[in-house]
C-alpha cells in the first residue's frame, strides 16, 4: 500500500483551494440541518427543536467568534468589529445567505440580507417555523455572537419574516447598536462549558510556505463586498480550518445540550445519525466542488474526499493511502483531550470506534464502498474503505434524505460574486 498522491487543504492550488474553503463554510449549515430534524423526530414538535437550536448557537458562537477575531486580527470593539466576525461565520454563508452591511460609526450600522437560503427552506413549512427561526432562534442567539465583540451590543429587526408581502426583499434588515448603558450581555453557562472543552483549545497556524498575496488578516477597514476569494492562500486555508472548527464546536454544543434534555444514551444517538448524515451530503458537494476529474468513481476519488472533508474533527492528523479498491485512513490526535470518548460532539463518537460517521463519508461518493477493519487504539483511529465496483449500491439512509430537504444539498454558487450579490442558483 503506498501514499496516494492526493492533497490535503493545505496542499491544494488556488483554484481548487477557494472553492473547498466555501464547502468548508457551508459545513455549518449541513451539520445543523442533520441534527435538528432528529429532534423533532423524537420529541414531537417544533419547541424542542428551537430551544436546542438557540442552545446550539448560543453555546459555540461566542467560542468560535473568539477563536476567529484571534486568528484574523479583529481586535476592536466597534460595530465595525461585529460585521467582520459577521463575514467570516458559518451561519452567514457567502451566497446562500447574500449579507450586505452598512457602516454608520462606532457604535452603529446596519445589515440586511438581500437572500436568505435558510429563510426559503423554512418557509414551505409555515409561518409557525418561519417565526420559530427568525424571531425565537435570532433573538438570543445574535446578541450572543456579538458578545464575543462587545456584550453591550444589541442587534435589533428593522423588519423580519414572516414576509409581508410574501415576496418582500430585502428577506430581513438588522440594526447593530452599541450603547454604553446597556447591560452587558452574558455568556450562558453552556457556553462557558464549551469553550473549556478540548476541541476549543485545538491550535490553527497559518500554513509558511505559500503564497500571501491577498488579505493576511483583517485588521483593516471593514470592506463591505469582503469574499473568501481576497484572502491569501495561507489565510484562507486557516479560515477553512477555523469554519471546520466552528462547525464541530455547534455540534458539540448541541451534543452537551441533547444530553441536558434527553440523556446521553439519546443524544449519542442522534449524534451518530446526524454524523451519517452530514457526512454523506458534505461528501457528495466535495466530490463535485473538485470538478469533473474528481467525479469518477474508484477509490482515487474517495481518498481526494477524505483527505478534505469537514467531517472528521479539529485536532487529527490524516494518512491515507490508496491500494487498489482500497483506501486506507489514519487519524491521529494531536492536540490534548479530543481523543476521548466523553468528549462531546463528533470527537467522542470517533474515539468510541462509531463508524456512522466514515459510512457517510465514503457513501456520499460511492455507494458501493464500505467500512472495514476500523480500530481504535491509545495512537487513534484506523480504517479501510473498500470499494465493491461489481457490488450492489447500498440504500441511502433516511437520515440523509431528511437532510436533502431544503436547499443546502444542492446549492450551488459562485465565489467570485461579493456577499451581497444575489448567488448562483438562487431562486
Not at 133 to 138: A, G, K, N, Y
Not at 240 to 257: C, G, I, K, N, V
Request: glycine letters at 10%.
Amino acid at each position: 500500500m503506498s501514499p496516494d498522491a492526493t492533497p490535503l487543504l493545505e496542499t491544494l492550488p488556488r483554484d481548487a483551494l477557494v472553492p473547498i474553503a466555501f464547502e468548508h463554510m457551508l459545513s455549518g449549515m449541513i451539520v445543523t440541518r442533520a441534527v435538528l430534524p432528529l429532534v423533532v423526530l423524537h420529541d414531537g414538535g417544533f419547541d424542542a427543536m428551537n430551544e436546542i437550536a438557540i442552545d446550539e448557537w448560543m453555546g459555540a458562537s461566542p467560542v468560535y467568534t473568539g477563536r476567529m477575531r484571534a486568528l484574523m486580527g479583529i481586535d476592536g470593539d466597534g460595530v465595525e468589529d461585529i460585521m467582520k466576525a459577521l463575514q467570516l461565520d458559518v451561519g452567514f454563508v457567502h451566497g446562500y445567505m447574500s449579507v450586505a452591511y452598512e457602516l454608520t460609526d462606532h457604535d452603529h450600522g446596519e445589515f440586511w440580507l438581500a437572500h436568505c437560503g435558510a429563510l426559503l427552506d423554512a418557509e414551505p413549512h409555515g409561518e409557525d417555523r418561519v417565526f420559530g427561526m427568525c424571531h425565537t432562534i435570532e433573538d438570543p442567539t445574535f446578541d450572543a455572537t456579538a458578545l464575543a465583540t462587545n456584550p453591550r451590543a444589541r442587534i435589533r429587526p428593522v423588519h423580519r419574516p414572516p414576509r409581508t408581502p410574501a415576496d418582500r426583499e430585502p428577506h430581513c434588515r438588522w440594526t447593530i447598536t452599541i450603547d454604553p448603558a446597556n447591560e452587558p450581555v452574558e455568556s450562558v453557562p453552556l457556553t462557558q462549558r464549551v469553550a473549556t472543552l478540548p476541541l476549543a483549545s485545538v491550535p490553527n497556524e497559518r500554513p509558511r510556505d505559500r503564497d500571501a498575496g491577498g488579505m493576511v488578516d483583517y485588521r483593516g477597514p471593514l470592506d463591505t463586498a469582503f469574499t473568501l476569494t481576497k484572502l491569501a492562500d495561507h489565510t484562507l486555508i486557516a479560515v477553512a480550518r477555523e469554519f471546520q472548527m466552528q462547525s464541530h464546536l455547534l455540534m458539540a454544543a448541541t451534543d452537551l445540550a441533547l444530553r441536558d434534555r434527553f440523556g446521553r444514551e439519546v443524544a449519542r444517538d442522534m449524534m451518530r445519525d446526524a454524523w451519517l448524515g452530514a457526512s454523506w451530503i458534505t461528501s457528495e458537494r466535495l466530490a463535485r466542488a473538485q470538478g469533473s476529474d474528481a467525479a469518477e468513481s474508484g477509490a482515487g476519488a474517495l481518498a481526494r474526499v477524505l483527505a478534505l472533508t469537514p467531517m472528521i474533527p479539529p485536532g487529527f492528523d490524516r494518512a491515507i493511502a490508496v491500494d487498489g479498491d482500497r483506501v486506507h485512513v489514519a487519524l491521529t490526535p494531536t492536540a490534548p483531550g479530543v481523543f476521548h470518548p466523553e468528549h462531546p460532539g463528533w470527537c467522542g463518537a470517533l474515539a468510541r470506534g462509531e463508524s456512522a460517521g466514515f459510512e457517510g463519508m465514503v457513501g456520499g461518493v460511492d455507494q458501493r464502498v464500505g467500512i472495514a477493519a476500523l480500530t481504535v487504539g491509545d495512537d487513534g483511529v484506523t480504517f479501510d474503505a473498500v470499494c465493491d465496483p461489481g457490488g450492489e449500491p447500498a440504500p441511502e439512509p433516511d437520515v440523509v434524505a431528511m437532510g436533502r430537504i431544503g436547499l443546502v444539498s444542492g446549492w450551488s454558487y459562485d465565489p467570485a460574486l461579493p456577499t451581497g450579490a444575489r448567488p448562483v442558483g438562487s431562486p
